[in-house]
């Protein structure tokens, strides 16, 4: 099974910027796809950016595009989200997630989540 665990969290000033990383163990060769997404208490999770782990096929949600990057570094089993020109909005939890292959058999997709990383942009 694939673990994932979130790091870089903290205060960031407004128009300032971030950096995110979400480190994949486990049977990391059944990933097909990562993404990060954001959530505040009480209400719905939302995509901010995913990316293929064959092609590196980037997506970014409207919120988000022109500010952020994702980025894999394949060597280290590291997921990266880099963010600039932060603002009050985007402050969040972060999840990193991944869609993988079950230890089923046969083997079947699957999604799973870190425990998220909380980004709070202020003054």
């Known amino acids: 099974q694939v673990h994932l665990v979130e790091s870089g969290g903290g205060l960031v000033q407004p128009g300032g910027s971030l950096r995110l990383s979400c480190t994949a163990s486990?049977?990391?060769?059944?990933?097909?796809?990562m993404a990060w997404y954001r959530q505040i208490p009480g209400k719905q999770r939302e995509l901010v950016a995913s990316?293929?782990?064959?092609?590196?096929?980037?997506t970014y949600a409207d919120s988000v595009k022109g500010r952020a990057i994702i980025s894999k570094e394949y060597d280290d089993n590291v997921l990266y989200l880099q963010m600039t020109s932060v603002k009050s909005e985007d402050s969040a939890v972060y999840y990193c997630?991944?869609?993988?292959?079950?230890?089923?058999?046969?083997?079947?997709?699957?999604?799973?989540w870190g425990s998220g990383t909380q980004v709070t942009v202020s003054s």
């Open positions: 990316i293929t782990t064959r092609g590196g096929h980037k």
């Open positions: 997630n991944a869609v993988a292959l079950s230890d089923s058999r046969p083997p079947r997709p699957m999604e799973l």
């Open positions: 486990g049977n990391i060769y059944t990933i097909t796809n």
